[in-house]
């Protein structure tokens, strides 16, 4: 039997319409736009108006990238939406989507794997499809992340933005997704977190103490070592070499990590896509904003190879590595 692949036959995304500069943020918070540029590669984000939810953007984006694969909502037979920002604690945002969509039967569910979520939920939905149970997937990545920040600790606030991005996966014999790497470790927690919620409650502080707390400079050092052996893993998997790659769609959390990624990979920078300078860390969002990014603008072309990866708050991280 040939093997069955999971191709992406479609992209689609969304960013919520109020751009903020860093420039704007130097006036609220003690900071400078050349820090934020130079530090990380930012120059805005967006950020969600009152009332707009991460399963807005979710919603938006899918709607999209089913125009552009030509697929109607009944024929989706799964969704998966990677969040760490869910409009509520349940039923999940990939439920809130799927009911929007009028996708309803599917199944549906939200995984949590903080930045890393668009790529765990683009393995899960790969082995739905490889395992012939799935022909057609909805895969996610979507966030509201500025929701979690404190405005007044610059360690955190410059960094994040608001976005969603989405992929229709097709069961295929043509590739395809040809690997794909998923790891944790939850000995890293205190570094990236978010230690409220409903087992160890809320705290009478602003907003309920939901808030972003990040060592940034250990999480920087890890992150560069992890993604430094997951593209090689990756490759290995794949049984493909650094050659063999055309475009590295990379987390966008900070320019200085792309760049440490790219010279592992002996990629010059302009086969590699960055929107971390327009849409700042989305964490579940960056990757899907950032292909959807590559294939509109006619960067990224059909028969070419993408590796894709993520790396965050757990630690997590995962990549992909398949032909568009
Ligand atoms: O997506 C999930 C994964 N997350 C990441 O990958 C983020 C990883 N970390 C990073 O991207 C970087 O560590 C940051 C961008 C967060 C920070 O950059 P850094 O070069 O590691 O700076 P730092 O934390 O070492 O801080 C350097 C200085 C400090 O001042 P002193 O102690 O040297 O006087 C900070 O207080 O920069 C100061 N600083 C700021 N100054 C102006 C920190 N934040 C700001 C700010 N504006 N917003």
Partial sequence: MAPIYSRIIATGSALPERAVSNADLEKIVDTSDEWIRSRTGIRQRHIAADGETTGDLAFLAAQRALETAGVKAAEIDLIVVGTTTPDI???????????????????????????????????????????????????????????????????TCVLFGDGAGAVVLEASSEPGIYATCMHADGGYKELLWNPVGVSVGFKDEPNHGVRIKMAGREVFKVAVKTLDSLVGETLE??????????????????????????KRLEMPMDRVIVTVDQHANTSSGSVPLALDYAVRSGKVQRGQNLLLEAFGGGFTWASALLRY
């Fill in 89 to 155: 604690i349940f039923p999940s945002t990939a439920c809130l989507v799927q009911q929007r969509l009028g996708a309803n039967g599917c199944a549906a569910f939200d995984v949590n794997a903080a930045c890393s979520g668009f790529m765990y939920a683009l393995g899960i939905a790969d082995k739905f499809i490889k395992s012939g149970q799935t022909k057609k997937a909805l895969v996610i990545g979507a966030e509201t992340l500025t929701r979690m920040i404190d405005w007044n600790e610059r360690e």
């Fill in 237 to 262: 998997a794949a049984g493909m070499h650094e050659a063999d790659i055309d475009w590295l769609i990379p987390h966008q959390a900070n320019l200085r990590i792309i760049e440490a990624t790219a």
